[in-house]
């Protein structure tokens, strides 16, 4: 059975500190992606990676995939309270063709102004 | 526009009783899904559908059966509903093809058995 560990499962910060999530797994997967969930609302789509060694930004948040493809961090920068939210990481299998993406047990994260 | 919409959002119904929930895309993707949210919030994946053929069908009882009548529904019924099967359950679509395309969810629907 494949699993992503993710670390850690709680998070409270300060605004404007910055703060590392990772995602770990002994499988290999195709590509790994990153969710945002809001209290009552399903998951949005931050990133996807596909490529070891990938680094991807958005904005404040800088997404990498480690190069054997088997973890995953997702560093934010200087964070704001609006970052409050459930983080998931989610990996698809290199040996499977049907979408099923593995999710981790997510990071709730709490920004305090 | 919604692009995947469930209904209802809420449902409280006692043991025993059979219920449906309805699910549909508007981004004319060709692969959907029914995952369930447990209490401490993991996703867990029960079904998933590609172009209305069955493609996922991970351990679940019986009694929860979906149905997708063409590519852009994908309806989950539950039979015979147990304490245990309170959870949110979430729709999700996705394109399949080269590369690796997200999903996107719908907003849940909160099952509650009492």
């Known amino acids: 059975t494949q699993l992503l560990e993710q670390s850690p499962q709680f998070l409270s910060i300060q605004e404007g500190e910055n703060l590392t999530v990772y995602c770990n797994s002994s499988?290999?997967?195709?590509?790994l992606q990153w969710y945002r969930q809001e209290p009552g609302e399903g998951p949005v789509l931050l990133v996807t990676?596909?490529?070891?060694?990938e680094v991807k930004k958005l904005k404040r948040l800088t997404f990498q995939f480690g190069d054997a493809r088997k973890d995953s961090s997702l560093h934010i920068t200087a964070a704001q309270p609006g970052d409050t939210g459930l983080y998931l990481c989610a990996g698809e299998s290199s040996s499977s063709n049907t979408g099923k993406l593995i999710f981790g047990q997510g990071t709730t994260l709490q920004v305090k102004p | 526009d919604t692009a995947v919409s469930q209904t209802p959002k809420y449902l409280v119904t006692q043991m025993g009783n059979d219920k449906s929930i309805k699910c549909e895309q508007n981004?004319?993707?060709?692969?959907m899904y029914w995952y369930k949210q447990d209490s401490k919030k993991f996703l867990k994946i029960m079904f998933s559908y590609n172009n209305k053929e069955l493609i996922i069908n991970e351990t679940v009882p019986n009694r929860f059966s979906p149905k997708s009548p063409d590519k852009a529904h994908l309806n989950l019924h539950i039979n015979s509903l147990e304490l245990g099967d309170s959870a949110v359950y979430f729709c999700?679509?996705?394109?399949?093809?080269?590369?690796?395309?997200?999903?996107?969810f719908g907003s849940g629907t909160r099952l509650t058995v009492v």
């Open positions: 990676v596909v490529t070891g060694g």
């Open positions: 981004l004319g993707h060709d692969t």
């Open positions: 999700a679509s996705s394109q399949r093809g080269e590369g690796n395309y997200g999903y996107t």
């Open positions: 499988s290999v997967f195709s590509s």
